[in-house]
């Protein structure tokens, strides 16, 4: 059976979407033969499960676990557990509660029709009865969004019963929520071309540990873009058959202005050339890696700082000025005579110059 | 040459990186003075001032401590790329100095 979650223009609400599909169709399936695939196929995010049987008496089922927890409050720190406080910052705590449980008996309600059916798009309807979490997708704040003559407010934007709730699984479960002093959340989704979704926990699991002091959204999201290629170099290099692709990350910050959280900024950042050379020549990428990792954790120290934004800004646009920019940077450690963990090969710059376009 | 990955791997370009990289790293001779003209070379004829400076400044150096020097048919024909593009050439010569000095790695890992 395959659906098709077709995009709605909310590029984050989309992604959150199409996860949270293959996650209940995941949690769902009484076969459990294989796991529910997500791929872009342009305007839509198709999700295929081969001999999928999802039904409600296994979502029910007491053994099902999975289903349950992910339903659950859990640690923050643990990668696979759900991010319902933050998926619902906006809300008070008892709002947060009565949301969680709504999503869980919308998706319970809606999974046997999915059953009956072997194809179907999934279309959200922006007149619905739902209102779309701010941190779930930061177009769905209250505010100006557009030219207005007159009137400078618009209201919440409210989305189908159905698809608020897949959106708010796959938010809660596929969204990473970095918490900053001072600055907040940064908030980060791996856009996925063609991923399945037990691959996609597995990622999850070995990439959430790696987090450091962030100076910025850019920062961070830059160097989960680093951390993602790196596990996916190391995927390709053991020869593993499933290598997932990504497409970009999508990010963007909340910060508190007195009692409201509102967005900040937000983007994406292209992997493809990352990914391109991580999975084409791992061998080449990790030198490049181990040195970019490096510059992170260092610039992650302060007084180093200048390392970490030189190589962010390098990542999120490679062009000439920037990486003059980190060579600058990176040189006056080294030339200082500061012990330097990590520094490029012969090779491995070949590859980094590569990157760097003509702009 | 339009790639900064093609000027990076030309002989000659190399061959200035590599006696950049020595000059800027060795104690005795901790060359800042062209890593500031370098960075400021913004047409040709400042990155051939810039470059000419340079081999004035180490040349004692590196004929004492038997440094790998560029020659003049180098020095020619990094001056023929930098007539196409000046901001590739110095890119490609600063990125040089971010490589790992052989002394600094294992044995067998030595250039050239």
Redesign the interface.
């Known amino acids: 059976m395959q659906f098709w979650i077709t995009k709605s223009g909310l590029e984050i609400f989309d992604v959150a979407r199409a996860y949270g599909l293959a996650a209940l169709l995941s949690f769902a399936d009484e076969d459990q033969s294989s796991s529910p695939e997500i791929k872009d196929v342009g305007t839509a995010y198709r999700i295929n499960l081969p001999n999928g049987k999802p039904s409600l008496s296994r979502l029910k089922d007491r053994g099902n676990t999975g289903w349950l927890e992910a339903f659950t409050v859990g640690d923050f720190r643990d990668p696979l557990s759900a991010q319902w406080n933050c998926l619902f910052i906006t809300d008070t705590a008892g709002q947060r509660e009565t949301k969680r449980f709504s999503v869980q008996s919308a998706l319970e309600k809606f999974v046997d029709d999915l059953r009956a059916r072997e194809s179907v798009a999934l279309v959200p309807k922006f007149d619905g009865e739902e209102t779309l979490p701010g941190a779930l997708d930061p177009t769905a704040f209250k505010g100006l969004r557009g030219r207005t003559r007159g009137q400078y407010s618009e209201g919440q934007t409210k989305v189908d019963r159905f698809n608020w709730a897949l959106g708010c699984v796959g938010g809660a479960l596929a969204g990473r929520f970095v918490y900053q002093r001072n600055a907040g959340y940064f908030v980060l989704y791996p856009m996925p071309e063609s991923v399945k979704w037990t691959d996609f926990r597995e990622l999850r699991q070995e990439t959430y540990g790696e987090r450091l002091n962030y100076l910025s959204v850019q920062n961070a999201a830059a160097h989960y873009s680093v951390v993602l290629a790196e596990r996916l170099r190391q995927r390709a290099a053991s020869g593993l058959s499933s290598t997932p692709r990504y497409s970009n990350i999508l990010y963007f910050s909340l910060f508190k202005t007195g009692n409201q959280w509102k967005p900040g900024t937000a983007g994406h950042l292209n992997l493809q050339p990352l990914l391109e050379l991580a999975t084409q020549r791992p061998n080449d990428a990790e030198g490049v890696f181990n040195v970019w990792r490096y510059l992170f954790r260092r610039g992650s120290v302060r007084g180093n700082e200048d390392l970490a934004l030189a190589i962010t800004d390098f990542i999120m646009h490679p062009t000439?000025t920037t990486?003059?920019r980190h060579?600058?940077v990176?040189?006056r450690y080294?030339?200082r005579g500061t012990t330097v963990e990590f520094?490029?090969?012969?090779q491995s710059?070949?590859e980094v110059?590569?990157l760097?376009s003509?702009q | 040459m339009?790639?900064?990955?093609d000027v990076?791997?030309h002989p000659s370009i190399k061959r200035f990186g590599q006696a950049y990289r020595r000059a800027?790293?060795d104690r005795s001779t901790?060359d800042?003075a062209s890593?500031i003209d370098l960075?400021n070379a913004e047409t040709p004829e400042r990155l051939a001032e810039a470059i000419r400076r340079f081999l004035r400044r180490n040349h004692k150096a590196a004929e004492e401590k038997n440094w790998f020097w560029p020659g003049d048919q180098q020095l020619e024909e990094v001056m023929a790329l930098a007539q196409e593009n000046v901001?590739?050439v110095?890119?490609?010569i600063?990125?040089y100095?971010?490589?790992?000095e052989p002394s600094?790695r294992a044995s067998g890992m030595k250039?050239d």
């Open positions: 000439l990486y003059e060579v600058r990176f040189t080294i030339a520094q490029y090969s012969e710059l070949k110059t590569a760097v003509s | 339009s790639r900064l990955s990076y791997s800027l790293r901790q800042y890593l960075e901001a590739l110095r890119a490609a600063e990125s100095a971010l490589l790992w600094q250039e």
